[in-house]
């Protein structure tokens, strides 16, 4: 856990993604900064299972979601404010990739797939999540995008693209609701220790190629990440907006 006070008491929100790995533990966190959380995942026994870990006392529901269909988006958020009386921070941390030989050699469907998972589902969460925000003038969107979004890497090319439009979309949005006291910011990790990226840091020989483009000297832990996600939910972030910040041990300066 994280172990500093960011004013989050009573504070509802929404954490797409949030029955395992990154969203998982920032549920997590929210609940001890004393939040109100909605976690939820397209899985029921994730879900489940989140909730067994998570406890929460009552602050913590989960809502099964695809988030790229807008049926299920409404539902998530009508949900969340019918259930805890409104809505002030979203994290669009879900995320998905299926690796593919090269962009030229890609299927349009597999194409179709990770553009929804990545970036269609932030924009639906995003627009339905603005909406209710904008009433009260008050509200915090974090987006979880990723060192691919800004570095082209092996098998992850339209995962990097639709890590790049989130990134742009991170911009627009914080451009279009700052008027309403919105701030909309990013995080961009590299490799981290989750099951997503199990394929890359479990066989050794490639994690070893990983940890040396990285001047930390290792790949992330979840827990590396949390503290920011929490400073741009927090108020303490005011004042910035359309910001990506990058999580990466330093892999992106070289």
Known sequence: MCGIAFGLEDRVVVVTGGS??????????????????????????????????????????????????????????????????????????????????????????????IIEGNLTGAFLCSRKAARIMREKKRGKIVNISS?????????????????AGLEMLTKVLASELAPFNIQVNAIAPGVVRTDFSKPFWATPAVCEQIVKAVPAGRIAETADLVPIVLLLASGCSDYITGQTIMVDGGASVI
Request: with cysteine.
């Open 20 to 113: 395992r790995g990154i969203g998982l533990e920032l549920a997590g966190d929210f609940l001890e900064q004393g939040a109100k959380v909605v976690i939820c995942g397209r899985k029921q026994e994730n879900l489940a299972a989140a909730v067994e870990k998570l406890g929460g006392g009552g602050r913590l529901l989960a809502v099964p979601v695809h988030v790229a269909r807008e049926g299920d988006v409404e539902n998530l958020f009508e949900t969340a404010v019918r259930h805890f009386g409104g809505l002030d921070i979203l994290i669009n941390n879900v995320g998905m990739n299926l690796l593919a030989a090269s962009v030229v050699d890609a299927d349009l469907p597999v194409w179709n797939k």
């Open 147 to 163: 060192l691919a979004g800004t570095k082209a890497s092996p098998g992850m090319g339209i995962y990097g693209v639709a890590k």
